[in-house]
């Protein structure tokens, strides 16, 4: 059984990514659009409903909440595993805004050494 050449799997893999993008702008772009026209609406109803929500539920109700939020929240910081989901996501975010770079677009380019960063002087030991 022959294997398909790697490069070609990465380009369709890309191409199928870059059509779902495309079809999610265009599905999400409606309802961008109604929020946006909407937004001070939105605003006034979701703080409306946020206020009846404090006022009608128990007390007991919201500590309970927070008690597990915060349960959440402190296991997350102790687990091993949030550098390593922090530094995914700070990627993903990078990759999101588009490669700066011709080297950062295409791994397969050739690297040459990046300039490095002029030292600022200690002008107080001088």
């Avoid at 915060?70 to 997350?76: D, E, L, P, S």
């Avoid at 091993?80 to 295409?106: F, N």
């Avoid at 380019?109 to 490095?116: C, D, I, K, L, W």
């Amino acid at each position: 059984m022959k294997h398909p050449d790697p490069s070609a799997r990465v380009r369709r893999a890309r191409l199928q990514l870059e059509a779902a993008e495309r079809d999610l702008a265009r599905s999400a772009g409606s309802w961008l659009t109604r929020l946006r026209r909407h937004r001070s609406a939105i605003a006034l109803v979701s703080g409306f409903v946020s206020g009846t929500a404090l006022v009608l539920l128990p007390s007991r109700w919201w500590s309970r909440t927070g008690a597990a939020v915060g349960r959440t929240a402190a296991a997350a910081a102790r687990s091993i595993l949030t550098p390593m989901l922090i530094g995914t996501l700070l990627s993903q975010l990078r990759l999101s805004r588009g490669a700066t770079d011709a080297r950062d677009a295409d791994p397969a380019a050739p690297h040459e050494p990046r300039p490095a960063a002029a030292r600022p002087r200690d002008h107080h030991l001088h």
